[in-house]
Protein backbone atom coordinates (compact mmCIF):
# COMPACT_ATOMS: atom_id res chain seq x y z
CA UNK A 1 0.00 0.00 0.00
CA UNK A 2 1.03 3.47 -0.83
CA UNK A 3 1.31 6.35 2.15
CA UNK A 4 1.01 9.85 2.03
CA UNK A 5 2.52 11.56 5.13
CA UNK A 6 0.24 14.53 6.32
CA UNK A 7 2.60 16.95 7.81
CA UNK A 8 0.86 19.63 9.76
CA UNK A 9 2.89 22.36 11.66
CA UNK A 10 0.73 23.78 14.74
CA UNK A 11 1.22 26.72 16.68
CA UNK A 12 -1.72 27.05 19.39
CA UNK A 13 -4.12 25.70 16.99
CA UNK A 14 -6.67 24.00 19.65
CA UNK A 15 -9.58 25.69 18.35
CA UNK A 16 -8.84 24.69 14.62
CA UNK A 17 -7.45 21.32 14.86
CA UNK A 18 -10.62 19.36 15.49
CA UNK A 19 -12.32 20.67 12.56
CA UNK A 20 -9.03 19.81 10.75
CA UNK A 21 -8.59 16.15 12.08
CA UNK A 22 -12.13 15.82 10.93
CA UNK A 23 -11.90 16.78 7.55
CA UNK A 24 -8.78 15.43 7.20
CA UNK A 25 -10.06 11.54 8.25
CA UNK A 26 -13.06 12.04 5.83
CA UNK A 27 -10.01 12.70 3.11
CA UNK A 28 -8.66 9.53 4.11
CA UNK A 29 -11.08 7.53 3.59
CA UNK A 30 -11.83 8.09 0.21
CA UNK A 31 -7.97 7.38 -0.52
CA UNK A 32 -8.74 4.33 1.40
CA UNK A 33 -10.60 3.38 -1.48
CA UNK A 34 -7.71 3.58 -3.97
CA UNK A 35 -5.26 1.42 -1.38
CA UNK A 36 -3.67 4.75 -0.27
CA UNK A 37 -3.13 5.10 3.40
CA UNK A 38 -2.04 8.56 5.04
CA UNK A 39 0.19 9.08 8.19
CA UNK A 40 -0.78 12.57 9.97
CA UNK A 41 2.13 14.13 11.48
CA UNK A 42 1.47 16.87 13.92
CA UNK A 43 4.15 19.15 14.68
CA UNK A 44 3.27 21.07 17.66
CA UNK A 45 5.67 23.91 17.50
CA UNK A 46 6.05 25.06 21.12
CA UNK A 47 2.40 26.04 21.77
CA UNK A 48 0.75 27.66 24.58
CA UNK A 49 -2.44 26.50 24.51
CA UNK A 50 -3.69 23.59 24.64
CA UNK A 51 -2.83 22.12 21.24
CA UNK A 52 -0.45 19.27 22.56
CA UNK A 53 -3.21 17.85 24.30
CA UNK A 54 -5.77 17.78 21.75
CA UNK A 55 -3.00 16.27 19.61
CA UNK A 56 -1.80 13.15 21.73
CA UNK A 57 -5.80 12.62 22.42
CA UNK A 58 -5.76 11.73 18.59
CA UNK A 59 -2.74 10.06 18.79
CA UNK A 60 -4.18 7.46 21.49
CA UNK A 61 -7.39 6.41 19.51
CA UNK A 62 -6.01 6.66 16.22
CA UNK A 63 -2.30 5.23 15.26
CA UNK A 64 -2.01 7.11 12.22
CA UNK A 65 -1.65 9.87 14.14
CA UNK A 66 2.25 10.93 15.15
CA UNK A 67 3.67 13.66 16.63
CA UNK A 68 6.66 16.03 17.51
CA UNK A 69 6.43 18.73 20.51
CA UNK A 70 9.29 21.28 20.54
CA UNK A 71 10.37 22.52 23.53
CA UNK A 72 9.64 26.29 22.65
CA UNK A 73 8.30 27.57 19.72
CA UNK A 74 10.82 27.43 16.68
CA UNK A 75 8.51 28.88 13.84
CA UNK A 76 6.97 27.20 10.87
CA UNK A 77 10.08 26.48 9.01
CA UNK A 78 11.19 24.95 11.63
CA UNK A 79 8.56 22.54 11.83
CA UNK A 80 8.49 21.85 8.28
CA UNK A 81 11.63 20.55 8.54
CA UNK A 82 10.69 17.94 11.66
CA UNK A 83 7.73 16.81 9.48
CA UNK A 84 9.80 16.19 6.47
CA UNK A 85 12.56 14.22 8.42
CA UNK A 86 10.52 11.68 10.60
CA UNK A 87 7.65 10.80 7.93
CA UNK A 88 7.79 7.68 5.88
CA UNK A 89 5.46 7.51 3.44
CA UNK A 90 6.45 7.97 -0.92
CA UNK A 91 4.46 11.22 -1.07
CA UNK A 92 4.56 13.78 1.44
CA UNK A 93 1.99 16.87 1.83
CA UNK A 94 2.64 20.07 3.86
CA UNK A 95 -1.10 21.66 5.24
CA UNK A 96 -1.89 24.28 7.54
CA UNK A 97 -4.05 23.78 10.48
CA UNK A 98 -6.73 26.21 9.88
CA UNK A 99 -8.33 24.69 6.49
CA UNK A 100 -6.97 27.83 4.80
CA UNK A 101 -5.52 24.47 2.73
CA UNK A 102 -8.61 22.44 1.38
CA UNK A 103 -8.12 18.98 2.01
CA UNK A 104 -10.48 18.31 -0.86
CA UNK A 105 -7.71 19.44 -3.16
CA UNK A 106 -5.34 16.53 -2.27
CA UNK A 107 -6.84 14.17 -4.84
CA UNK A 108 -6.49 15.97 -7.44
CA UNK A 109 -3.13 16.69 -6.59
CA UNK A 110 -2.59 12.70 -5.88
CA UNK A 111 -3.80 12.09 -9.49
CA UNK A 112 -1.38 14.50 -10.77
CA UNK A 113 2.06 13.34 -9.33
CA UNK A 114 0.56 9.68 -10.18
CA UNK A 115 -0.55 10.15 -13.64
CA UNK A 116 0.61 13.01 -14.95
CA UNK A 117 4.24 12.74 -14.53
CA UNK A 118 4.88 15.62 -12.14
CA UNK A 119 7.41 15.30 -9.32
CA UNK A 120 5.00 17.86 -6.95
CA UNK A 121 1.87 19.79 -6.83
CA UNK A 122 1.89 23.16 -5.59
CA UNK A 123 -0.95 26.03 -4.99
CA UNK A 124 -1.22 29.49 -5.38
CA UNK A 125 -4.32 31.53 -4.16
CA UNK A 126 -5.35 33.76 -6.62
CA UNK A 127 -7.01 36.00 -4.60
CA UNK A 128 -5.96 37.33 -1.01
CA UNK A 129 -9.48 37.72 0.01
CA UNK A 130 -9.50 38.69 3.62
CA UNK A 131 -6.45 40.38 4.05
CA UNK A 132 -5.82 43.73 5.08
CA UNK A 133 -4.84 45.66 1.78
CA UNK A 134 -1.54 47.16 3.00
CA UNK A 135 -0.23 43.03 3.78
CA UNK A 136 -1.39 42.19 0.10
CA UNK A 137 0.39 45.66 -1.28
CA UNK A 138 3.78 44.20 0.35
CA UNK A 139 3.45 41.11 -0.36
CA UNK A 140 2.95 41.73 -4.03
CA UNK A 141 6.21 44.16 -3.56
CA UNK A 142 7.96 41.38 -2.23
CA UNK A 143 7.38 38.82 -4.81
CA UNK A 144 8.35 41.40 -7.85
CA UNK A 145 11.82 42.26 -6.36
CA UNK A 146 12.51 38.70 -4.86
CA UNK A 147 12.30 37.87 -8.45
CA UNK A 148 14.41 40.16 -10.03
CA UNK A 149 16.85 39.69 -7.26
CA UNK A 150 17.03 36.16 -6.65
CA UNK A 151 17.51 32.85 -9.82
CA UNK A 152 15.45 31.18 -7.69
CA UNK A 153 11.27 31.19 -9.05
CA UNK A 154 9.16 32.45 -6.66
CA UNK A 155 5.43 32.19 -7.32
CA UNK A 156 2.85 35.17 -5.92
CA UNK A 157 0.33 33.96 -3.86
CA UNK A 158 2.28 30.37 -2.96
CA UNK A 159 1.00 28.79 -0.38
CA UNK A 160 3.35 26.18 1.33
CA UNK A 161 0.50 23.49 0.92
CA UNK A 162 1.41 20.74 -1.48
CA UNK A 163 2.34 17.04 -2.44
CA UNK A 164 5.46 15.95 -3.18
CA UNK A 165 7.52 12.80 -4.17
CA UNK A 166 9.78 11.22 -1.93
CA UNK A 167 13.10 12.45 -4.10
CA UNK A 168 12.02 16.09 -3.24
CA UNK A 169 11.86 15.29 0.59
CA UNK A 170 15.45 14.28 0.57
CA UNK A 171 15.81 17.25 -1.70
CA UNK A 172 14.95 19.53 0.48
CA UNK A 173 16.77 17.58 3.64
CA UNK A 174 19.32 17.69 1.91
CA UNK A 175 19.78 21.02 2.87
CA UNK A 176 20.49 21.90 6.34
CA UNK A 177 20.58 25.27 6.55
CA UNK A 178 19.75 27.04 10.12
CA UNK A 179 18.03 30.02 8.24
CA UNK A 180 15.24 28.24 5.75
CA UNK A 181 13.11 30.33 3.85
CA UNK A 182 11.05 27.31 2.77
CA UNK A 183 9.62 29.09 -0.60
CA UNK A 184 13.23 29.63 -1.67
CA UNK A 185 14.01 26.60 -1.06
CA UNK A 186 11.34 24.78 -3.06
CA UNK A 187 12.56 26.89 -5.88
CA UNK A 188 16.37 26.53 -5.54
CA UNK A 189 15.53 22.84 -5.51
CA UNK A 190 13.79 22.70 -9.16
CA UNK A 191 11.66 19.49 -10.19
CA UNK A 192 8.51 19.44 -12.32
CA UNK A 193 5.66 21.12 -10.42
CA UNK A 194 2.25 21.52 -11.07
CA UNK A 195 0.52 24.45 -9.67
CA UNK A 196 -3.28 24.34 -8.45
CA UNK A 197 -4.71 27.78 -7.86
CA UNK A 198 -7.94 28.21 -5.67
CA UNK A 199 -9.76 31.23 -3.95
CA UNK A 200 -8.72 32.39 -0.88
CA UNK A 201 -10.53 30.75 1.59
CA UNK A 202 -10.80 32.40 5.94
CA UNK A 203 -9.29 30.57 8.66
CA UNK A 204 -11.52 28.30 10.57
CA UNK A 205 -10.95 29.23 13.97
CA UNK A 206 -8.42 31.19 16.12
CA UNK A 207 -6.17 33.99 14.80
CA UNK A 208 -3.34 33.87 12.45
CA UNK A 209 0.36 34.10 13.27
CA UNK A 210 1.88 36.03 11.44
CA UNK A 211 1.59 39.56 11.86
CA UNK A 212 2.96 42.42 9.91
CA UNK A 213 6.06 43.09 11.29
CA UNK A 214 6.35 39.38 11.47
CA UNK A 215 6.04 38.91 7.69
CA UNK A 216 8.42 42.15 7.02
CA UNK A 217 11.69 40.18 9.07
CA UNK A 218 10.69 36.67 6.94
CA UNK A 219 10.94 38.62 3.61
CA UNK A 220 13.74 40.19 4.57
CA UNK A 221 14.91 36.48 5.51
CA UNK A 222 14.32 35.44 1.90
CA UNK A 223 16.09 38.64 0.26
CA UNK A 224 19.06 37.42 2.38
CA UNK A 225 18.65 33.86 1.73
CA UNK A 226 18.31 33.54 -1.72
CA UNK A 227 20.26 36.59 -3.02
CA UNK A 228 23.54 38.57 -2.77
CA UNK A 229 22.09 41.35 -4.76
CA UNK A 230 21.92 43.79 -1.95
CA UNK A 231 25.89 43.05 -1.70
CA UNK A 232 26.13 44.09 -5.42
CA UNK A 233 24.19 46.82 -4.68
CA UNK A 234 26.35 48.38 -1.94
CA UNK A 235 29.30 48.15 -4.04
CA UNK A 236 28.08 49.82 -7.23
CA UNK A 237 26.60 52.87 -4.97
CA UNK A 238 30.28 52.64 -3.53
CA UNK A 239 31.66 52.93 -7.18
CA UNK A 240 29.30 55.73 -8.38
CA UNK A 241 30.60 58.17 -4.76
CA UNK A 242 33.90 57.47 -6.22
CA UNK A 243 33.02 58.72 -9.53
CA UNK A 244 30.79 61.22 -8.69
CA UNK A 245 33.62 62.13 -5.79
CA UNK A 246 36.26 62.51 -8.38
CA UNK A 247 33.90 65.02 -10.81
CA UNK A 248 33.25 67.36 -8.01
CA UNK A 249 37.02 67.22 -6.98
CA UNK A 250 37.75 68.69 -10.85
CA UNK A 251 35.07 70.98 -10.48
CA UNK A 252 36.69 72.72 -6.82
CA UNK A 253 40.09 72.96 -8.56
CA UNK A 254 38.85 74.05 -11.79
CA UNK A 255 36.75 76.48 -10.12
CA UNK A 256 39.49 77.68 -7.28
CA UNK A 257 42.11 78.49 -10.59
CA UNK A 258 39.61 80.52 -12.82
CA UNK A 259 37.85 82.26 -9.66
CA UNK A 260 39.31 81.77 -6.48
CA UNK A 261 37.33 82.47 -2.76
CA UNK A 262 36.28 78.59 -2.19
CA UNK A 263 35.70 80.01 1.75
CA UNK A 264 31.90 79.06 0.54
CA UNK A 265 29.57 76.50 0.39
CA UNK A 266 29.29 75.08 4.03
CA UNK A 267 26.00 74.16 3.66
CA UNK A 268 26.14 72.04 0.73
CA UNK A 269 29.19 70.17 2.39
CA UNK A 270 27.11 69.22 5.40
CA UNK A 271 24.81 67.88 2.80
CA UNK A 272 27.20 65.99 1.24
CA UNK A 273 28.58 64.79 4.32
CA UNK A 274 25.44 63.27 5.64
CA UNK A 275 24.52 61.69 2.73
CA UNK A 276 27.62 59.91 2.67
CA UNK A 277 27.36 59.28 6.11
CA UNK A 278 24.05 57.88 5.34
CA UNK A 279 25.08 55.50 2.24
CA UNK A 280 27.83 54.20 4.58
CA UNK A 281 25.72 52.99 7.22
CA UNK A 282 23.59 51.51 4.60
CA UNK A 283 26.19 49.71 3.48
CA UNK A 284 27.91 48.43 6.03
CA UNK A 285 23.95 47.58 7.58
CA UNK A 286 23.47 45.10 4.41
CA UNK A 287 26.90 43.78 5.36
CA UNK A 288 26.08 43.08 8.70
CA UNK A 289 22.52 41.46 7.77
CA UNK A 290 25.02 39.02 5.33
CA UNK A 291 27.71 38.39 8.58
CA UNK A 292 24.61 37.52 10.71
CA UNK A 293 23.59 34.95 8.79
CA UNK A 294 26.77 33.86 8.60
CA UNK A 295 27.62 33.90 12.01
CA UNK A 296 24.25 31.96 12.32
CA UNK A 297 25.35 29.23 10.20
CA UNK A 298 28.39 28.46 11.39
CA UNK A 299 27.03 27.70 15.17
CA UNK A 300 25.50 24.53 13.38
CA UNK A 301 22.79 24.64 16.17
CA UNK A 302 19.83 22.04 15.21
CA UNK A 303 17.19 23.65 13.18
CA UNK A 304 14.49 22.49 15.83
CA UNK A 305 14.69 20.68 19.56
CA UNK A 306 11.90 18.16 19.95
CA UNK A 307 10.67 17.60 23.95
CA UNK A 308 8.38 15.06 22.78
CA UNK A 309 7.42 12.27 20.31
CA UNK A 310 5.61 9.31 18.92
N1 LIG B 1 2.69 28.02 12.56
C1 LIG B 1 3.72 27.36 13.23
N2 LIG B 1 4.64 28.11 13.92
C2 LIG B 1 4.60 29.47 13.97
C3 LIG B 1 3.56 30.14 13.27
C4 LIG B 1 2.63 29.38 12.57
O1 LIG B 1 3.79 26.14 13.19
O2 LIG B 1 5.46 30.07 14.60
C5 LIG B 1 1.66 27.23 11.81
C6 LIG B 1 0.23 27.51 12.20
O3 LIG B 1 -0.18 26.76 13.30
C7 LIG B 1 -0.53 27.14 10.94
C8 LIG B 1 0.47 27.48 9.83
O4 LIG B 1 1.75 27.56 10.46
O5 LIG B 1 -0.84 25.76 10.88
C9 LIG B 1 0.14 28.78 9.13
O6 LIG B 1 -0.03 29.81 10.06
P1 LIG B 1 -1.15 30.93 9.91
O7 LIG B 1 -2.44 30.31 9.53
O8 LIG B 1 -1.12 31.75 11.15
O9 LIG B 1 -0.56 31.76 8.70
P2 LIG B 1 -1.39 32.41 7.48
O10 LIG B 1 -2.27 31.32 6.94
O11 LIG B 1 -2.15 33.52 8.06
O12 LIG B 1 -0.34 32.83 6.51
MG1 LIG C 1 -3.61 30.30 7.91
Redesign the pocket.
Known sequence: MEKISII??????EEALPFFYKEICAVAESFREKAVEMEFIF?D?GSKDNTLDVIKEYATSDERVHYISFSR?F??EA?IYAGLKTCVGEYAVLM???L?DPPSLLMEMYTAVKEEGYDSVATRRVTRKGEPVIRSLFARMFYRIMNKMSDVDLVDGARDYRLMKRVMVDAILSMPEYNRFTKGIFGWIGFKTKWLEYQNTE?VAGE???SFWKLFKYSLEGITGFSTMPLMVASWLGVLMCVISVIAIIFVIVRQLAFGGSAFGWPSLVCIIVLLGGIQLLCIGILGQYLAKTYLESKNRPIYIAKEQK
Open positions: VPCYNEVDNGKADADQRTKW
